[in-house]
């Protein structure tokens, strides 16, 4: 999300009267934390109770993919919800709508987890690429049909292997077990404890 910021994206949709939001299955607190600790620039809007996520799926703008199990378990095994954090309803993978004033669709994109993508874990369409296809979308009637999802977008990064996510989980949790990269309040940012968490594999192996 900080990539909006960085490329001009966030300013250049702005300076055409528009806005950004980055909207989670987080509580509010964690949405805000989160906002703070990254700097993205964008609004921050927590949706535990997937409200915001519901009425687009219901005015067919976009379908998001819902996790409502974490790790192997049902919700109601310890490897759900943790005391400091509720997903009444799951949480919901990554995506991106892009809305005209009209309410015409000019952009979507979801995510569909899978093995390549560290099951949603990575793999984002670049800001630049979801801009020009916006201004393409904004040349087009007021009249024209909503934009088709996007399924070869350009993406931020290559995939990453599947024994370096595993290998980044373990070592995010001592290599005790794995822990996922989660905003957390009072913490360090994911950005930090994921550099922390490599340092940890060399040093681990030499051991």
Known sequence: MRGYAKAGVLDAIREAGGEVYAITSEPQTLARNAEEDWETGLVHVGDPHQEIAGACAERGWLSLFINDRVGDGPRSSQWTV?????????????????????????????????????????????????????????????????????????????????PLFVALLLANGWFLRPVPFDQRAGEDTVPKRIRNAMLRIPLFAAC
Do not use: M
């Open 82 to 162: 943790a005391d400091w954090v509720s997903h009444p309803k799951g949480y919901f993978q990554p995506g991106v709508l892009a809305l005209g004033r009209e309410g015409r669709v000019l952009y979507r994109w979801r995510c569909r987890p899978s093995r390549q993508n560290v099951g949603g874990a990575s793999g984002r369409p670049t800001p630049s690429h979801v801009w020009r296809r916006v201004e393409a979308a904004l040349r087009e009637p007021t009249d024209a049909p909503d934009a088709a999802p996007d399924a070869a977008p350009e993406l931020d990064a290559p995939p990453t292997p599947w």
